[in-house]
Nanobody, 121 residues
């Protein structure tokens, strides 16, 4: 049974940093990614990484501030967030796919339950 479990969400002040973690179980995925969603909004792509870690992709809104990484020995993916802004406030979801990286949520097969990130201004 595949399961993705996120952790690390918190309340943080603007300009601060936070690290999200996602532990996968059940199988190894070629692509792992992060999305975020505000209430009433569509789920938004944040970042994705391939199995080797050599290829990383970011939404324009987070480039230069967020960094995605993975540790295949722990079957985990991480999102290091810095210079956080109020508009980064959202529920962050970990996602996994056996295919190539994509910014489209429909391309991902498995999802975590989400972790809340709130940035106070």
């Amino acid at each position: 049974q595949v399961q993705l479990v996120e952790s690390g969400g918190a309340l943080v002040q603007a300009g601060g940093s936070l690290r999200l973690s996602c532990a996968a179980s059940g199988r190894v995925f070629n692509t792992m990614g992060w999305f975020r969603q505000d209430p009433g909004e569509e789920r938004e792509f944040v970042a994705a990484i391939t199995w080797s870690g050599a290829n990383k992709y970011y939404a324009d809104s987070v480039k230069g501030r967020f960094s995605i990484s993975r540790d295949n020995t722990k079957n985990s993916v991480y999102l290091q967030m810095s210079s956080l802004k109020a508009e980064d406030t959202a529920v962050y979801y970990c996602a996994a796919s056996g295919g190539a990286p994509s910014s489209r949520s429909g391309e991902y097969d498995y999802w975590g339950q989400g972790t809340q990130v709130t940035v106070s201004s």
